[in-house]
C-alpha cells in the first residue's frame, strides 16, 4: 500500500542553525505534498505545501523541494527558533483520491 | 470563518456510555475527514465524507458510528467504547475532494478518555 517515510524521527538543533526534514513516498500518482506542524495538545497546522508541478517553494525562513523522480521531498527551516519546536509531518496524496498519507512525524527540538 | 472548529475539546467516558462528538465548517467545502491520533503518532485516518455520503471507512470498528446531516456539520457517535479507545480524535476538511490533492484544514480536536 501507500507509504511515507519520514526522518529523523527526532531533531535537536541550536538556535540559528538549520533544520532539514526528508521524506519519501512511494505511490508515483501523488501529487500533493504538504507539511504540518503540530505544537503539543494542538490541531496540526498547515506551513507550507507543494505540488507536483514544482520543484520548490519557499514562504520566508521555511522552504520545501521535491524531486519526483526519486520520489523525495523535504522541509528547510533556517535561522530556527525556540518557537519552531513541534512535531513536524510530511504528508502525501493524489487527485482523484480521499486519502492523505502522513509520513511518521519529526520532533523538532530547537535549544535557546 | 477560516476554522473547523470541535465540541467538546474533553471527554470523558465510561464503556457502557454514549455519546458524540461534533464537528463543524463554514468554509464552503464539500469533503470532512475523522482522524484518530494516538500520542506521538500521525493521525489516522477513520472516515471521509463526500458532498454528504459517507466515501471512505478504514475498516473502523462499529462502536463508532459516523454522520454528517449537512455540508458543515459532522457527528462522530461513541458507544460502548474501549480503553484503547483513548486518543485525540480530529475532524478535518477540505475544498474539493475529488481533486484529492486538496488542503486539509484541522479542527481542535477533542481528547477522549474511555475509563
Known amino acids: 500500500g501507500e507509504n511515507v517515510e519520514q526522518h529523523p524521527s527526532t531533531l535537536s538543533v541550536q538556535e540559528g542553525d538549520s533544520a532539514v526534514i526528508k521524506c519519501t513516498y512511494s505511490d508515483s500518482a501523488s501529487n500533493y505534498f504538504p507539511w504540518y506542524k503540530q505544537e503539543l495538545g494542538k490541531r496540526p497546522q498547515l506551513i507550507i505545501d507543494?505540488?507536483?508541478?514544482?520543484g520548490e517553494k519557499k514562504d520566508q525562513r521555511i522552504a520545501v523541494t521535491l524531486n519526483k523522480t526519486a520520489k523525495h521531498f523535504s522541509l528547510h527551516i533556517t535561522e530556527t527558533q525556540p518557537e519552531d519546536s513541534a512535531v513536524y509531518f510530511c504528508?502525501?496524496?493524489?487527485?482523484?483520491?480521499?486519502?492523505?498519507?502522513f509520513g511518521a512525524g519529526t520532533r523538532l527540538f530547537v535549544k535557546a | 470563518d477560516t476554522e473547523v472548529t470541535q465540541t467538546p475539546k474533553h471527554l470523558v467516558m465510561g464503556m457502557t456510555n454514549k455519546k458524540s462528538l461534533k464537528c463543524e465548517q463554514h468554509?464552503?467545502?464539500?469533503?470532512m475527514y475523522w482522524y484518530k491520533q494516538k500520542a506521538k503518532k500521525p493521525p489516522e485516518l477513520m472516515f471521509v465524507?463526500?458532498?454528504?455520503?459517507?466515501?471512505i471507512n478504514e475498516s473502523v470498528p462499529s462502536r463508532f458510528s459516523p454522520e454528517c446531516p449537512n455540508s458543515s456539520l459532522l457527528n462522530l457517535h461513541l458507544h460502548a467504547l474501549q480503553p484503547e479507545d483513548s486518543a485525540l480524535y480530529l475532524c478535518?476538511?477540505?475544498?474539493?475532494?475529488?481533486?484529492?490533492?486538496?488542503?486539509?484544514?484541522f479542527g481542535p480536536g477533542t481528547r477522549l478518555t474511555v475509563l
Open positions: 465524507y463526500s458532498y454528504e455520503k459517507l466515501s
Open positions: 507543494i505540488r507536483s508541478n514544482v
Open positions: 504528508a502525501a496524496s493524489r487527485a482523484g483520491g480521499f486519502k492523505t498519507i
Open positions: 468554509m464552503g467545502h464539500r469533503a
Open positions: 478535518a476538511s477540505s475544498q474539493d475532494p475529488g481533486l484529492g490533492s486538496d488542503t486539509q484544514y
